[in-house]
Every structure is written in structure tokens, then in C-alpha cells.
């Protein structure tokens, strides 16, 4: 991978940048997203966001390589810490992380947000914990994908501000729309993880007296709705 040749993952975010965007890309990395996208004439300007020295460095190396400094800038920054008011972003990507260190981010920089930019959110696990942190803030989930590459699923929610939105426990599990379209890469997944969880639920039932009665109840809800959801 790398900014002429996106993974599959990131070219299926890149695919909800809308054209023309102001893009802040945090916890960028080597900032390939938002070369990618400048390269190709998607968005007008990017912000490259980075907590961490090394990949800071290599966003910055690649902007100039490239001859972007005057299009993408690069800083090093705690989260949404990394947006300025002048950049006037109106599409912030958080790809890569944990779910909950995305709701982390987004909690505790939302006083960098300008109340309308498109979030396009590509967590590592915990999407429910992020869907319900959507859902508290008005945030409106627009679109949402699953997808999979080496051997990893992944999927992609993308969100925009909307005043009051309710989602169900089942939708903030599954997905409001992954859930309704029901594609075949989201049966794969749930086939799978019904029987990952089958699974451990007979091991919980070996191991009763160490489970917690509560987790166990968790799983055999979780069970029910997967089983509903693929029936
Ligand atoms: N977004 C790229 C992608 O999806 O390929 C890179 C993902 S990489 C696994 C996660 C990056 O997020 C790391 O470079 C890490 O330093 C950065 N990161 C983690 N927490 C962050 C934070 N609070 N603010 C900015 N960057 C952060």
C-alpha cells in the first residue's frame, strides 16, 4: 500500500469523501488517505492529524514528495486537537483505531468540530460502542459497509449531523443499515460469528460457576439476535 495504491479498506473510505471536501484525516499514519485523495483531485485541502512522532514524520514526507504542502498540511496532534477553525474541514475520517478510542477522540475533541462536518469512521472493533456515541450526539448513520480483507472484517459507518436519531440495541449491534441490506459479506461474518459464539457459550456452560451470570445472559441475547438477524 501506499498513496498511488490504496488498501481495499481505504479506498472504500475514500469512496464517501464527497468531492470537493475539506478533509481532516486523523490518525493518519503515513497520511496516505489524504494524499490519495489530493493526488486525485477529490478534495480541495486536508489536515494529516498524528499523536505520534514517527508516523508524523512520514505524513510530512510523503505531503512533500508529492508537492502537496500547499494543499495537505500535517500536525502533530491529540485527536481532533489537529483541526483548526480556519482549515474549515467538512469531512473528518478516523480509520484504523479501536472503536472506543474513536469515541474517546470524538468525546473529547468535539469542541474542534464546527457542528456539520460528514464523519466517515472505520473502527476496529467496538462499532457498537461507537454507533451509540453517534446516536447521543445526533449524529444520523448515512451509510454503512462491510468489507474484508486479509482475512480481517471491517466496516465503515458513515455519519452526519441530525439533530435527535433512536436506534435499537439490535441496530447499534448489527448496523441500522448493514442489518437491513443484509449483504453477503455480513451474512459470512455473522455465520462466523454465530458460531464463534455458540462456541464460547459451551464453554461458559463447562465453566458455569466462573461466568458471571450477567455476561452469560449477554451472549444468549447477542445469540437470539444473531440468529434472528440471519434467519
Ligand atoms: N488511518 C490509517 C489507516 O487506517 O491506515 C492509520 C491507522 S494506524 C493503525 C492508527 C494511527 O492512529 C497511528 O498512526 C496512531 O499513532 C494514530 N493515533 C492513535 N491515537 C491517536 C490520537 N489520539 N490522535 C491522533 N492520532 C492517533
Known amino acids: 500500500m501506499n498513496e498511488l ?3 481495499v479498506r481505504l479506498e472504500r473510505v475514500a469512496a464517501h469523501v464527497p468531492q470537493g471536501a475539506r478533509l481532516a484525516d486523523i490518525g493518519s499514519d503515513h497520511g496516505y488517505l489524504p494524499v490519495a485523495l489530493a493526488l486525485r483531485g ?3 485541502a486536508g489536515v494529516a492529524g498524528e499523536v505520534a512522532q514517527t508516523p508524523y514524520a512520514s505524513a510530512q514526507r510523503n505531503v ?3 508537492g502537496l504542502q500547499e494543499r495537505i498540511t ?3 496532534a491529540d485527536g481532533l486537537a489537529a483541526i483548526e477553525a480556519q482549515d474549515r474541514i467538512s469531512a473528518v ?3 484504523g483505531m479501536g472503536g472506543k478510542t474513536m469515541c474517546e477522540i470524538l468525546e473529547r475533541g468535539k469542541a474542534h ?5 460528514r464523519l466517515i469512521l472505520q473502527p476496529n472493533g467496538d462499532e457498537r460502542e461507537l454507533r451509540t456515541w453517534l446516536m447521543d450526539n445526533g449524529y444520523r448513520i448515512v451509510i454503512e459497509e ?4 486479509n482475512r480481517f472484517d471491517y466496516e465503515i459507518i458513515v455519519a452526519e449531523p441530525e439533530g435527535t436519531v433512536a436506534y435499537s440495541e439490535e441496530e447499534l449491534y448489527f448496523g441500522p443499515l448493514l442489518m437491513r441490506e443484509k449483504s453477503p459479506a ?4 455473522w455465520q462466523r460469528m454465530l458460531r464463534q459464539k455458540q462456541q464460547a457459550l459451551a464453554n461458559f456452560e463447562r465453566a458455569r460457576d466462573a461466568i458471571p451470570e450477567g455476561k452469560r445472559r449477554t451472549f444468549t441475547t447477542q445469540l437470539g439476535w444473531i440468529n434472528q438477524v440471519l434467519a
Open 186 to 189: 455480513f451474512i459470512t461474518k
Open 64 to 66: 512533500r514528495r508529492n
Open 93 to 95: 475520517s478516523l480509520c
Open 113 to 117: 468540530l464546527n457542528g456539520s462536518e
Open 74 to 76: 500535517v500536525r502533530l
Open 5 to 7: 495504491t490504496l488498501s
Open 146 to 149: 462491510l468489507l474484508r480483507e
Open 42 to 44: 477529490v478534495i480541495e
